[in-house]
Structures are given as structure tokens and as C-alpha cells.
């Protein structure tokens, strides 16, 4: 790529072909600017540093994982949605494992409006169940931790056991359903 082209935007997909070619250890000012035919301290008039780069990365793993679970929940709504939301998410880890190691797991700055649209795709999923304000908050940790938590063991080889991955994550879905429609305490 030549200098000219280089731009945060650039600098970002630059970043994402590393991971996805070596994974996210594999993420360095140092390769990027191999990939880009440049000098190191060339990518500074872009990122600050690696830790920006990293935020800039799992910024825009977050938006693209946000729009895959809009795309797919949109025109669901209860049982339907959360079903679609967490095939979305499963489907997304699957595709791009290395990407997903790569998230950043803890609210940063740049990640915030990818959040927001995650949390409120989960939000409308979860009206559908009469579920506003903190009830929304604790059903979306709980998804949350559930397609996280398969998602992580799952591309990392964790279920060693011989039996169907598909119905696993099925028999998760079938219980998350089951909690979202759950009475509630008053």
C-alpha cells in the first residue's frame, strides 16, 4: 500500500488482515507498517500507538458483529430474536476467531457506540418479554456472558467431548429463551 493511502481507516484494516492471518498476539505497530510497505513511526500521523490501534481494532469488530446481530434480528422479535441474536453471534466467532480473541472485553472509549448498538439490539429482543430498565440489564449481562462464554470455549477447542456442538449451543439457546420468558420477581 502506498504512503499516500494510509489513513486510520487504512491503518485498521491493515491491523485486521494481521490478526486474522496470525492471530491477536501477532498485532504490532511493528507488522503493521510491514504490511503497509512503511516505516514504523509512519503510522503515527494515524494511531497514537498500539494500544489505540487495539481500540480502533475491537471498535470496529464490535460494529461489524453489531451489524451481523441487526441484520439478523431485525423483523424478530422474543424467542425468535434472542434464537437469531445468539446464532448471529456463534456464526460471527466461528467466521472470525482471531478477531474475536482480539476483542476487547471491558467498555473503552471507541467501543462505546459499538456497545451501545449491541446492548440495544439485545434491549428490543428483550421488550418483547415486557423487559425494560435494570430487568433489560441483568437478561442482556446474563445473554451476554452465555454467547461470550460458548463463543470463547468453543473457538478456543474447549468442548473436547464428541457430542454435537450445534445441540449444545441449541440446549443454551433453549435455556436463555427460557430465562428471558421466566416470571420475574416483583
Not at 99 to 112: I, K, N, V
Amino acid at each position: 500500500m502506498p504512503r499516500a493511502a494510509l489513513s486510520a481507516d487504512a491503518v485498521v484494516a491493515l491491523a485486521l488482515e494481521t490478526v486474522d492471518q496470525a492471530g491477536p498476539a501477532a498485532l504490532t505497530l511493528s507488522a503493521v507498517a510491514g504490511r503497509a510497505g512503511v516505516a514504523t513511526p509512519s503510522l503515527y500521523k494515524h494511531v497514537r500507538n498500539l494500544a489505540e490501534l487495539r481500540d480502533l481494532v475491537s471498535a470496529r469488530i464490535m460494529n461489524d458483529m453489531a451489524d451481523e446481530a441487526g441484520r439478523a434480528v431485525l423483523g424478530r422479535s422474543a424467542d425468535e430474536a434472542i434464537r437469531a441474536f445468539m446464532k448471529a453471534w456463534r456464526d460471527y466467532t466461528l467466521r472470525n476467531p482471531h478477531r474475536y480473541a482480539a476483542l476487547l472485553q471491558t467498555p473503552e472509549p471507541r467501543t462505546a457506540e459499538a456497545g451501545a448498538r449491541l446492548l440495544d439490539i439485545i434491549r428490543a429482543a428483550l421488550r418483547s418479554y415486557g423487559m425494560t430498565d435494570s430487568a433489560a440489564i441483568h437478561m442482556a449481562r446474563c445473554l451476554r456472558a452465555a454467547v461470550h462464554g460458548f463463543a470463547v470455549l468453543e473457538t478456543d477447542g474447549a468442548f473436547g467431548l464428541p457430542e454435537s456442538l450445534d445441540e449444545s449451543h441449541d440446549l443454551l439457546v433453549r435455556m436463555v429463551i427460557a430465562g428471558a420468558g421466566a416470571p420475574r420477581p416483583t
